[in-house]
C-alpha cells in the first residue's frame, strides 16, 4: 500500500499557507491563532509536542518500576497471605503448569507496554533526528500504538474485578497492591504521551525545503 | 468562512524558559518526587534487623511469620537459615523502629505454636495464621541487641509480670508438672517452669514463680506440698476422699502456706522441697526446726540392696538427717571401672549437728575438719531380718586420708568407709547353697547298697549262726567283767600308780636336796662316814635286782592286766598308764639313764650325810612295798588273761561271720586294735623298766 510517494510533491495546508483546526477541521489562514468556528486552539505544527511527548514517556517509566517491583495482588487466604508481583506470579503460574495464562500476562502486562515505551520513544527520536524509515510505516506504527494504549488497562482491570469480587472476609481476601496503581498510572501516561505526540510531524521530512516547525 | 488569511505572527528573539519548556514536564518531576519520597521514607522507617537462633524453626516462613509483643505484630521475618555448623536455625527478623530500643539483653523470644496439654489449649489462634514468635522484654529500653537465643518454651514470667522466682525440689513420692499452677487457698498465685534433674540424676528440681503481689506470702516457714491426685483416708470419721481441684487432679499443682508467722520473707532463687501431701508439709515444720539443710553426696563403692530413701543418717549414733536419693552410678571417667556405684544424697539438718551457728557454711566447715580427722560415712545394717540398710557417719582411725570434697556437683563429696553389714540373707543363701550341695543322691545309693548288703547278709547262713556265737560271747565277756579279780583291780591299779607316784615324790626329794646340800663344802666332813654309807650303799644296790625282778613280773602282769582293764572299759586306769608312760621322763629314759645312773652314782659317791642314804632307803622301802601291790594285783591276773583270750578267740570267730565292711566288725575290729594298741604299750612300760628299773624310780 503504497500511500505515499517521496518522489511525488504533495500540497500539504502548510505549503498552501493554511492552518487546519485540530478540533472541528476548518481550515483557516496561517497566523490564526484560535479556530473561528469551535474556538479551540490552532497552530500548524505544536512546538510543544515533542516535550510533552518525552515528559509523559519518563512519568510513565517511572510509574512502570514500581509497577514490575511492588506486588499488585495480596491474596489472604486462612493460611496466610501471599502477595504476587506480574513477573513473579507469571513465573509461579509457568512452574505450576499454565505456560499459557504465563505467556499471555507476560505479553499483556511486561512485553506490550514495554513494545509502547520502545515505539513512542522511536517516533519522537525519528521525527527530531531523522530517520530512513518511511513515514507512512511510522504513521502505521503510531496508528498501533494509539489503538492499543486503551487495552492496555486490561490487568488493572482483571485486579479491580478480583478485589472486588473475592472479599470474603477471613476466609479469603483480594486487595490490589501497589503495583496496580503504579501500572494504572504508567498505562495513562504512555496513553497521555501517544496523544502528545502530534502525527503530522512524521510527515514533514518528507520536503526537506519545508521549515522544520 | 474568512476568505482573508491572518497574517503570520512573527515573533523575535528568544522566548523565556517557561515558554520553552512544557508544563507537562511537571507530571515525570512529581512522579520521581514521589517515588523518592516514598523509597526513602521506607527505608526511613525500616527497623533494625535482629538475628535470633533456635533449635527448630517449626512452621516459621519467610516473610510472613511475625513477631508479636504482647500480641501485637512488631517485626517479620525477613530470612530464615542456618548458624555456621548448622547447629541451630538462625531468623532474622525485621523489627519496628519504635521499640527496637527495647530488644536489650534480657529479651526472651519463643515459638507459639497450638498446644494441647492438660493445663489447656494454647495457641489456638496459630493453627489458622501459623506460627508466630513471641518476644518478651522489660520496661527498660537499654539499646539494641541483634543477635539473641531463643527458648523453648515461654518464659514463667512474661513480660511486665513481676514475681518471685523460687527453686522447688521435689520430696520423696512428689512429681513436679511444668507449667502447673501454684496454690494457696485455692488461688493460683504462681506457676512452676518444666522440672529438671539435677547434674548427677538424684534430685529433681524446678523454677517456680510466685507473682506480685502474692510473693510476700512466702516466707522461711512457708512449706510447699504436692495437691496432685486425692487421697484417700478411711479413718473414725469416716472415709475421706480429698482432691484439690479437677484441674490440679489431672493437671498436678502444688499449694502452700505458712502454718507459722514469723518467718523471713524468702528471697529470689530460695530454695524449697515440696512434700507429699499437707501433713507431711506442715508436720515437717514442727518436726526439724526450719534450719538450714546441708546436701552430701556418699558415693559406695559395693552396690548393696537394703538402703532406701529416708533412712536415717547417724553421726555418733544420733540421727542428724537422712538419705534423699539412691542411685546406682557408671562413671568410667570418674571411677576408671565400669563398676556400678551406690551414689546417695544424704540430707543433714545443720541444726542437729550441734553447732553453735548453724548455717550451711559452718556445718561445712565442721565436717571438713572431722573428715580430715577421719570421719567416713558407710553403711551399716539397720535391721537383721529385712536387711534394710542406713548410713553412719563414723571416725575410721585406720582410714586413708582423703578430703571433704566442696566443690562437687551438685552437692560436696564426702568419702566412705568400707560398709558393715551383717547379712543374714547371704548366710541363709550359703546355707541353702550347702544343703543343695549335700551328695544326696551319692547317699541314697549308698543307703541302697547298704540295704542291699545288709538283707543279703541277714539272708546269710552265717547271721544266722552268728546270735549264738554272739550270746556265748557276752556270756564270756560277763564271766570275765564279774570275776572279783578284775573287779578289784582298778583299786589295785590304783594304788599302784599312788604307790608309784609317792615313790617318785620322794626320789625328786632327795635328789633336789642332794643338789642343794652344798657337798663339796662338806667334803672334809664327810670322809669320815664314806665307808658306812658305802657299805650302806652296797647293801642298797643290792636290794635293787631284787626290784627289778618284781618290776618285771609286775610290767609281765600288766601287760595282761592291760587288756583286762579295757575289756572293763577302765579307761581312766589305762590313760593314767597312757599318761605315766607318754611322761617325758619315760619316753627320753633310755637316752638319758646312763647319764642319770652317772649322776646317781657320783652323787652317792659324794654322799656324805647319811640322812641321804636313810631317805633313799625309805623310798626304796616304798618301791617295795609298791612292788608288793603290783606283785599282789598280778598274782590274780593269769587267770583274768586266759579268759580274755578266750574271749578274743570268740570274738574272732563271731566276727569272721560278718561282712567284710559291716560296721560291727569295723568296729569290732577297732576295739581290737585298741586292746592291742593298749597292750603293745604296756608291754613297752614293761619293757623299759626291764631294762631300766631305776628309771621309776628316779621318774624320769
Known sequence: MERAHPKTPVLTARSANLVGCGHCGEAWPMGTTRCGRCGARVASRDPASLQRVWAWWVAGIIAYIPALTEPMLVTRTLLGSEQSTIVGGAIELFVYGSPGIALIILIASVGIPVAKFGCIAYLAWTVSKGTQASPGSRNALYEVVEYIGRWSMIDVFVVAILASLVQFNAVATVTPGPASLAFALSVVFTMLAAQSFDSRLIWDGLDPAEPGR | ?700
Do not use: C
Not at chain 2, 566447715?365 to 542406713?390: E, M, N, P, Q, Y
Open chain 2, 1 to 700: 468562512m474568512t476568505d482573508r488569511i491572518p497574517e503570520l505572527p512573527v515573533s523575535n528573539g528568544r522566548r523565556s524558559i517557561l515558554e520553552r519548556v512544557s508544563i507537562v514536564w511537571l507530571v515525570p518531576l512529581a512522579a520521581l518526587a514521589v517515588s523518592l519520597w516514598v523509597a526513602w521514607q521506607s527505608y526511613n522507617d525500616r527497623g533494625p534487623l535482629i538475628e535470633v537462633e533456635f533449635e527448630q524453626a517449626t512452621g516459621i516462613r519467610q516473610g510472613e511469620t511475625e513477631l508479636k509483643f504482647r500480641d501485637v505484630p512488631v517485626g517479620l521475618v525477613e530470612d530464615v537459615g542456618f548458624s555456621d555448623a548448622l547447629e541451630t536455625v538462625r531468623v532474622s527478623i525485621r523489627l519496628d523502629k519504635d521499640i527496637a530500643d527495647f530488644v536489650d539483653d534480657d529479651a526472651e523470644f519463643w515459638i507459639v505454636q497450638p498446644e494441647v496439654t492438660t493445663q489447656g489449649v494454647s495457641g489456638l489462634d496459630t493453627v489458622l495464621s501459623g506460627v508466630f514468635i513471641e518476644a518478651s522484654w522489660d520496661r527498660a529500653p537499654d539499646g539494641l541487641v541483634t543477635t539473641h537465643r531463643g527458648t523453648e518454651s515461654a518464659p514463667l514470667l512474661r513480660s511486665g509480670q513481676s514475681g518471685l522466682s523460687l527453686r522447688l525440689t521435689a520430696g520423696p513420692g512428689v512429681q513436679l508438672t511444668g507449667g502447673a499452677p501454684i496454690l494457696h487457698k485455692g488461688v493460683e498465685v504462681g506457676r512452676i517452669g518444666p522440672p529438671e534433674l539435677t547434674v548427677d540424676g538424684t534430685v529433681a528440681r524446678s523454677e517456680a514463680i510466685i507473682f506480685a503481689p502474692y510473693d510476700r506470702l512466702v516466707s522461711s516457714n512457708t512449706r510447699f506440698w504436692d495437691t496432685s491426685g486425692f487421697t484417700f483416708s478411711l479413718g473414725a470419721n469416716g472415709a475421706e476422699l480429698d482432691f484439690s481441684s479437677i484441674a490440679t487432679l489431672i493437671a498436678g499443682g502444688v499449694a502452700f502456706d505458712t502454718v507459722v508467722s514469723g518467718g523471713a520473707p524468702a528471697s529470689d532463687g530460695a530454695d524449697f522441697v515440696v512434700f507429699v501431701d499437707e501433713g507431711a508439709a506442715r508436720s515437717s515444720l514442727f518436726q526439724d526446726d526450719g534450719g538450714p539443710v546441708l546436701n552430701l553426696t556418699a558415693v559406695f563403692e559395693d552396690n548393696f540392696s537394703g538402703l532406701t530413701v529416708g533412712a536415717p543418717v547417724l553421726l555418733d549414733g544420733v540421727t542428724v538427717g537422712e538419705v534423699a536419693n539412691v542411685n546406682g552410678i557408671v562413671d568410667m571417667d570418674r571411677f576408671g571401672d565400669t563398676n556400678v556405684r551406690l551414689s546417695t544424697s544424704l540430707v543433714l539438718r545443720t541444726s542437729k549437728l550441734g553447732l553453735a551457728e548453724a548455717t550451711g557454711e559452718a556445718a561445712l566447715d565442721f565436717l571438713d575438719a572431722r573428715v580430715t580427722a577421719g570421719l567416713r560415712a558407710r553403711l551399716i545394717s539397720a535391721s537383721l531380718l529385712t536387711g534394710g540398710l542406713k548410713v553412719e557417719l563414723v571416725d575410721v582411725p585406720e582410714a586413708q586420708d582423703a578430703v571433704l570434697d566442696r566443690d562437687a556437683e551438685p552437692f560436696a563429696v564426702i568419702p566412705v568407709a568400707p560398709a558393715e553389714i551383717s547379712d543374714v540373707s547371704a548366710t541363709a543363701e550359703g546355707v541353702m547353697e550347702r544343703i543343695n550341695n549335700l551328695p544326696i543322691e551319692e547317699l541314697l545309693e549308698a543307703a541302697t547298697t547298704f540295704l542291699t548288703s545288709a538283707t543279703r547278709l541277714s539272708d546269710s547262713d552265717d547271721l544266722q549262726a552268728i546270735p549264738g556265737d554272739v550270746r556265748g560271747l557276752v556270756a564270756d565277756l560277763r564271766g570275765v567283767t564279774s570275776a572279783p579279780e578284775l573287779q578289784a583291780l582298778p583299786g589295785q591299779a590304783m594304788e599302784l600308780i599312788v604307790d608309784l607316784q609317792a615313790l617318785s615324790g620322794d626320789l625328786r626329794g632327795i635328789a633336789q636336796s642332794i643338789e642343794t646340800a652344798r657337798a663339796v663344802e662338806r667334803v672334809t666332813a664327810a670322809i669320815d662316814a664314806t665307808t658306812e654309807a658305802a657299805s650302806g650303799v652296797g647293801a642298797s644296790v643290792e636290794g635293787v635286782p631284787a626290784l627289778v625282778e618284781r618290776l618285771s613280773a609286775v610290767a609281765a602282769n600288766a601287760e595282761a592286766l592291760e587288756l583286762q582293764t579295757l575289756v572293763d572299759e577302765a579307761t581312766e586306769t589305762v590313760t593314767a598308764a597312757r599318761g605315766l608312760l607318754q611322761d617325758d621322763g619315760t619316753k627320753t629314759l633310755p637316752t638319758r639313764l646312763g647319764a642319770a645312773l652317772a649322776e646317781l652314782e657320783a652323787a652317792l659317791a659324794e654322799l656324805r650325810t647319811g640322812g641321804a642314804v636313810t631317805n633313799l632307803n625309805a623310798a626304796l622301802a616304798s618301791a617295795n612295798s609298791a612292788g608288793a601291790a603290783v606283785e599282789a594285783a598280778a598274782a590274780d591276773l593269769p587267770g583274768v588273761i586266759a579268759r580274755l583270750e578266750q574271749m578274743t578267740t570268740d570274738a574272732s570267730d563271731a566276727f569272721a561271720g560278718f561282712d567284710e565292711d559291716s560296721e560291727l566288725n569295723r568296729t569290732a575290729r577297732a576295739a581290737l586294735r585298741d586292746l592291742q594298741d593298749a597292750a603293745r604299750a604296756i608291754e613297752q612300760l614293761a619293757r623299759t623298766l626291764e631294762r631300766n628299773p631305776n628309771a621309776i624310780i628316779l621318774g624320769r
